[in-house]
């Protein structure tokens, strides 16, 4: 009787075909699995959140750009199962072991919504536990200043349409209580 193999994966030599990994796959490189900046990361949302991350930088390169993306609070709740307190802690110490950079820090209000952070590949993590580290100059800690979103304004907000200055209707014949018809 022929032995039964374990799992082999989906393409049946014991692995994903080219095309399944190409779908969100995340290649971390050795050098930076055996990095103290790696090895020294205290907090589970940051190992969850790394691969996250490299797995949209990486998608980010392919589309012919930088490796720059955003990774929404929400998102890494609903998809990743990251709790919002954990995810921000998270990403605090992969910024502080030097694996990102901040591009653009997010939390203002472009006419529409509010931006997303911007996160970039760096490679500091390098030296990350030697002299010449160099220590990120943005913190997630610091709380972004959110200016009020504009106030929006009602569509008949002229003095001249306000429920004073309108004829009032008569609820059972829809006429003027001042004696006119429509």
Known sequence: MPRKRGNTGKNGRGGYSANELGKGFAQIPRT???SEAYRTLKTLPAAKALPVLIAKW?????????PVCEFHYSEADRLHGIPRKSFRRG???LHEHGLF???DKGGTWDGNAWTATQYRRSERWRKYGTADFIQPTWSL??????PKPPARRACNSTPSATPEALPQKSPAHGLDIEGGSN
């Open 58 to 66: 990486g998608a980010a390169e392919a589309k012919g750009g930088k």
């Open 91 to 93: 990403l605090q110490e």
């Open 101 to 103: 950079d901040l591009e």
């Open 32 to 34: 930076l699995l055996e």
């Open 141 to 146: 800690s610091e709380p972004a200043v959110k």
